[in-house]
């Protein structure tokens, strides 16, 4: 029996010629030269090789905005590529996240984004996307939503704030971003555990809340901790509840819901990069370590602290155990308020 040796880049294969042997030998020889064709292409074509767009839903300059740029800027001197953003507002986020879980699950093109139009938009309005279309990559940040009346107002703890509202149910008003958005459902889920029950004054966002407040149609401002951080300062303000279980340094008056007896209740108000899913295994590795390494940057946290924003730079799985914990609690609430769709 005769034997050739046939030498590929790959290594060498010895194969027989024998009249016994010939479908062997044609399965084999089709399988090395595939081997030979798809080794070359991996190579020239290393993950990121190009621009890689993070569409961003919300408008330019806002607080996403402006977490979400400085992390693309940190991550895209790890990973040597630029990145592109894209901002798609409008309808809570949830135009935006509806492009993201539509493109092409390539790793070219992912999501910048807080958590309400994953976790609670979706319960209010109909969403054209469910928690099943997207992967998490990694939350970046997050910070507690604050609850904060004026000096004079008569409570000056957050248990003193329960029992005034309790001998005054219905009576307080609050300001929030929107019907169903974070802060109402938010706040929502603390007041119902606590037993009290305020009014919800909507408004188009964070700015417009603030001056509603300022200018005395509103009891309560409800939002995060760095618009209302001048305030506090010039003591015209007083912040007497946090959404979270620990407390804030920089509000030392404020009370979190470990003090109030229910930690199980907090929600935070977060950042994190998303990406449509089919993104390959390994490209979702890489990006899930370049994006946890820009979090953990001093660079960064110096950023979140000028924000009164802790860093996190969790792990996907670590990601989508808050969403899918957050969702399911966010659904209950909603369900509450009457406002399932």
């Not at 089709?30 to 292409?41: E, H, R, T």
């Not at 400085?70 to 990973?79: F, M, R, V, Y």
Request: proline fraction near 6%; include cysteine; aromatic fraction near 6%.
């Amino acid at each position: 029996m005769r034997e050739n040796t046939l030498c590929f880049t790959t290594g060498w294969f010895r194969l027989s010629t024998g009249p016994h042997s010939r479908q062997g030998l044609l399965a084999t020889a089709s399988a090395v030269l595939a081997l030979g064709v798809a080794m070359p292409v991996h190579a020239q074509d290393p993950y990121p090789a190009r621009a890689i767009t993070i569409i961003v839903p919300t408008s330019p300059g806002g607080s996403t905005d402006t977490v979400i740029r400085q992390l693309a800027e940190i991550t895209s001197g790890i990973l040597k590529q630029p990145f592109v953003i894209l901002n798609r507002p409008g309808a809570g986020g949830m135009i935006g996240t509806s492009a993201i879980v539509r493109a092409d699950p390539d790793g070219y093109t992912l999501g910048g984004i807080w958590n309400a139009p994953l976790t609670m938009t979706p319960h209010t309005l109909k969403a054209q996307y469910a928690p099943s279309d997207y992967v998490a990559v990694s939350l970046s940040d997050s910070a507690p939503i604050v609850l904060c009346t004026k000096a004079d107002f008569p409570a000056n703890s957050g248990k003193e704030f329960v029992e005034y509202a309790k001998q005054n149910p219905d009576k307080l008003t609050y300001g929030t971003d929107g019907v169903g958005a974070t802060i109402q459902l938010a706040s929502e889920r603390i007041f119902t555990k606590l037993g009290i029950k305020l009014r919800s004054v909507p408004f188009a966002g964070a700015g417009q809340t603030l001056q509603s407040f300022l200018s005395n149609q509103i009891d309560v401002y409800g939002g995060s901790i760095a618009p209302i951080m001048p305030y506090v300062k010039d003591k015209s303000v007083k912040c007497l509840i946090l959404s979270s279980v620990n407390r804030v340094a920089a509000l030392p008056q404020a009370s979190s819901l470990t003090d109030l007896g229910i930690p199980e209740e907090q929600t935070l108000l977060w950042h994190g990069i998303i990406a449509p899913k089919g993104v390959p295994a390994d490209r979702l590795k890489i990006l899930e370590d370049a994006f946890r390494k820009a979090a953990q940057t001093q660079e960064f946290k110096t950023f979140l602290a000028s924000q009164s924003i802790d860093v996190e730079g969790t792990s996907a799985q670590e990601m989508r155990k808050t969403m899918d914990d957050e969702y399911a609690a966010m659904e209950h609430v909603a369900k509450a308020l009457g406002l399932i769709k």
